[in-house]
């Protein structure tokens, strides 16, 4: 409950209001403000002081009288502003976590394309572009609120205004800007439900407008509201903070193509990670596989129904009573899972389990990574220095503390020990969960123990154990508190504070910022509390385990899929969006999530579980969903113990379009690697909304149904239940039927009819070169020694470009890599570039589309060779059988 003393007089007339959320706008606009002085400019850089003018308005506490106001032009198209008060040392998002990127070399502000301009009383800004003058960010006559737990700062926005980002939810891609509170606090959020706070947290929009598009990131890991309000006059968009600073990067963006304002959020938050050529194939996993031979099974019947399962993965059922780094032993005995994984490893195969961050309480073992955690004081802690306890999965629990001097050498140490490669699960990539952190605890936890028996946890198995000596691969059966020593707590203090229950409630689905998690109040090994850093607290555990797994295999790419992520995730982990529900709404929206964190966040590595993980799904959804969910860049099929089994082969329409899906993704499987490949360099997404491509088609801004996979394929997936017809929108532009590769000569809204339940609509956007290969196969490795074809696919004037990246698939740092270039004009392919590394594989032929006529000859380096023309498709097909080695020619005419 708020503290009366906290509100003054001026909100007397809301003694009513029981959310900070129902305080009127006007109110907070009526504050005073602050005025600007001794502001000095110097190379790039200006620096005032803000001082309160008026009285103060002390809506949530005490206004802080003097700020700091730092502007740095970083860029040319980066202006970094920050906000602080000079007096008291306020918490920051720290360097370990979020590194700053450099700003040693200002630039003059003459020469930026985007300026920064201010009114010194009362004090507001705006950032406006320099060519055109247009405003793109202005706080005026919204006055700033600084408060210690409070920080309020408003924006203009044009009317409807088209602003995507401020994640983690699963809104529509375009936010409505009438009426949306985006609340950023990390949850353990069951459902996914829309218009709430889910698992991560990136405060970053992406604003675009017919005159351009442009960023605003604000680094701040506290819990926010984030409200946009608009009417058909014009709107506005309000942070609502409770703590620490405004620190703000302005993002000039462009005035004609959206990818820019991508990467140059990159070079703030970090270009994604480069991963591993094998996680690109499909996996499968359940929570409920009941024993190893489940396991096993699931394998057998992959390959039974020819559908190419690239990596098997476990849920946190062979854990013992739960606990983390544990197997049971009855159940998932380490002899018949070193079988089980190097049967994988042996067929080319892939394997990864569950790591939750909650380690069981166990203080009467001396044999557990509770027990070796103590030893190293590496969990975090109440303010009296005792252990923090939760309820989780096994049980009573702790929290490893990320912060803690000895965390690296801790979480290391468990994973060598627990998945070494001799003696141990030799896992190829880790799967992290529950990292908001979540507890079941309800708050107030005063009895965990007491709440852990009553919610039956750890939780009793629902059948008796498999024989130990079950034969595998064959026929598959279908089957207290410890108090240590007081650390020194470091600056920021919160003294005099309310940490669990702070004066501004913001809009958390879990109710107060401290339930269903660890209590805000804890305290990590720096001094630091969880009320700062608990957004941050699964990225921190992110980078633990990606760093864990580089120990374990030192010098190959890691796969690391966690649920909760901030800002700057994607430098180290992949995401998947968590427990939705098996229905079409989340079908649907799973589409705007991916395009959010491969398009907008810099995590490109994402997807949804696939048919759904709560409830049951249908024949006809999970077929469906096969189709879509081979265009997440991270495709797996996931869902829950309560829940019907959903395995692609259990329908024989599920299965075929398995089948088919997975067959078109492994033959653009060089394609995607390649772009992202493209995002390691300099942040070009993945994938892309319509409007990235066509930023001037203002119907493309709220089409979120609808996706580029990498830059040149549409993916239009049918939307309805048990319809097998779907209305999509074509740009005004070239574009070629994939399965037909045939010209598509309709534009704007096209309605597909007979589109069976094993299919997807996919289009080739006219001016690409794709590198494909000649056939899908049931393995990556096997992929990789398959040949190509190259699909060219020329625009309006007759042209058309790509790119091929190629290097070992698994390495860190490449000996020798494949770049090569693809380009097409007036009949002729050209391909060049750096052909380092052997692909040992030739390229079959060339396809040629939107030939109107048969053309009269064909050749290759000057040679006439074969090759066929269908009128009906207007595709040529040119016989090349070369290696792929070096650069060739091929022409027609």
């Known amino acids: 409950m708020r503290s009366a003393t906290r509100v003054t007089a001026l909100l007397a007339a809301f003694a009513g209001v029981t959310l900070a959320a129902d305080v009127d706008p006007a109110v907070l606009d009526a504050c005073p403000g602050y005025e600007a002085t001794n502001v000095q400019t ?19 506490g005490n206004d802080t009288e003097t700020l700091k106001l730092e502007v740095t032009y970083e860029t040319a198209t980066r202006i970094h502003v920050k906000i602080t008060d000079p007096n008291t040392t306020r918490y920051e998002v720290p360097e370990e976590v979020f590194p700053r990127p450099a700003s040693n070399n200002t630039v003059d502000a003459s020469a930026a394309q985007i300026q920064f301009n201010f009114t010194e009383s009362p004090f507001s800004f705006n950032i406006f572009r320099t060519s055109t003058g247009e405003v793109l960010f202005s706080t005026a006559s919204h006055p700033l609120i600084f408060e210690p737990q409070y920080l309020r700062l408003k924006t203009s926005l044009p009317a409807n205004a088209n602003i995507y980002g401020l994640g983690e939810h699963t809104n529509s891609f375009r936010l409505d800007p009438t009426n949306t509170t985006r609340t950023l606090w990390s949850r353990d959020a069951y459902g996914v439900p829309a218009d709430t706070n889910l698992y991560g947290n990136h405060p970053i929009y992406f604003e675009h407008r017919p005159t351009g598009t442009h960023a605003v990131f604000l680094l701040n890991s506290n819990g926010m509201d984030i409200k946009l309000n608009g009417t058909a006059d014009g709107g506005s968009l309000e942070y609502n903070i409770i703590g620490g600073i405004f620190d703000f990067y302005f993002l000039a963006g462009s005035e004609s193509n959206p990818v820019e304002v991508a990467r140059q959020y990159a070079e703030v938050a970090g270009t994604p990670a480069e991963v591993p050529y094998w996680s690109l194939g499909l996996h499968q996993c359940r929570y409920g596989y009941r024993n190893y031979v489940d396991v096993a099974d699931v394998i057998t019947n992959y390959s039974l129904a020819n559908i190419p399962l690239e990596t098997m993965w476990t849920d946190i059922d062979y854990m013992y009573e739960r606990r983390v780094f544990t197997l049971d032993p009855e159940y998932f005995p380490l002899a018949r899972m070193r079988e089980i994984i190097d049967y994988l490893h042996s067929h080319d195969q892939k394997y990864v389990v569950m790591t939750d961050p909650a380690v069981a309480y166990t203080p009467n073992d001396t044999d557990s990574a509770y027990h070796r955690g103590v030893k190293m004081d590496v969990f975090l802690k109440n303010p009296n220095g005792s252990y923090a306890l939760a309820v989780v999965w096994p049980g009573v629990t702790v929290y490893p503390d990320w912060f803690h001097p000895n965390i690296s050498e801790y979480w ?40 852990a028996v009553l919610q039956g946890l750890p939780p009793a198995r629902p059948a008796p154990p498999p024989s130990p000596d079950v034969p595998l691969f064959g026929n598959p059966t279908n089957s207290t508190t410890v108090s240590l020593h007081k650390r020194d707590l470091a600056v920021p203090s919160h003294e005099g504070e309310s940490l669990l229950e702070p004066p501004y409630a913001i809009d958390n689905a879990a109710g107060l910022i401290p339930s269903r998690t660890a209590y805000t109040d804890t305290v990590h090994a720096n001094g630091l509390v969880e009320y700062d850093t608990h957004n941050i607290y699964g990225t ?42 098996s229905g079409w709404e989340w079908y649907r929206n799973s589409i705007a999530g991916i395009m959010g964190f491969a398009s907008i966040y810099q995590v490109p590595m994402v997807g949804a579980d696939v048919c759904g993980f709560g409830g049951n799904t249908t024949e006809t959804l999970c077929a469906r969903w096969a189709t879509l969910g081979a265009f997440y860049p991270f495709m797996r099929n996931h869902n829950g113990d309560t829940s019907i089994s959903q395995e692609f082969y259990l329908w024989d329409t599920v299965a075929e379009a398995a089948r088919n899906a997975l067959s078109i993704r492994y033959r653009l499987l060089d394609y995607i690697y390649t772009a992202f490949h493209q995002a390691s360099l300099d942040g070009t997404p993945v994938l892309n909304p319509l409007w990235f491509i066509y930023p001037n088609d203002t119907e493309t801004y709220p089409i979120d149904l609808q996706f580029f996979f990498g830059p040149s394929l549409l993916v239009s997936p049918v939307t309805e239940e048990n319809s097998t017809s779907v209305t999509i929108y074509l740009p005004a ?17 096209v309605t597909l009819q007979n589109v069976a339940f094993t299919d997807i609509p996919l289009h080739i956007r006219g001016g690409a070169v794709l590198p494909l290969r000649v056939n899908g196969t049931m ?16 625009d309006a004037s007759g042209i058309a470009s790509g790119a091929l990246y190629f290097d070992d698939g698994v390495s860190v740092t490449q000996n020798a890599t494949t770049e090569a270039t693809m380009a097409f004009a007036s009949g002729t392919l050209t391909v060049a570039g750096d052909f380092g590394l052997d692909m040992q594989v ?3 032929r060339v396809l040629v589309l939107g030939v109107a006529q048969a053309p009269r000859s064909a050749s290759v380096d000057g040679q006439n060779t074969t090759f066929t023309y269908n009128a009906a498709t207007q595709v040529v097909s040119v016989a090349v059988g070369i290696p792929f080695n070096k650069g060739f020619e091929v022409a027609i005419a």
């Open 779 to 794: 393995t990556t490795t096997e992929l990789r020694g398959t040949d190509f074809e190259l699909v060219v696919a020329p």
């Open 842 to 844: 030739d390229v079959a």
């Open 540 to 581: 921190m555990m992110s980078e633990k385990t990606h760093d864990a797994m580089l120990a374990r295999r030192p010098g190959l790419r890691t796969l690391v899929i966690t649920r909760s992520t901030f800002a700057g995730a994607g430098r180290k982990v992949g995401k998947w969006l968590g427990d939705n529900m």
């Open 733 to 749: 532009d070239r574009f070629y039927d994939f399965s037909t590769l045939a010209p598509v000569n309709s534009t704007g809204e």
């Open 412 to 451: 290391n140490n468990e994973f060598a020990a627990f998945y070494s490669a001799e003696s141990g699960l030799n896992i190829d990539g880790a799967w992290i969960d529950m990292n908001e952190p979540s507890s079941f605890c309800d708050y107030p936890c005063t009895d965990p123990f007491g709440q």
């Open 42 to 60: 110097s190379n790039g850089i200006l620096n005032a002081d803000l001082r309160l003018v008026g009285t103060a308005c002390n809506v949530f």
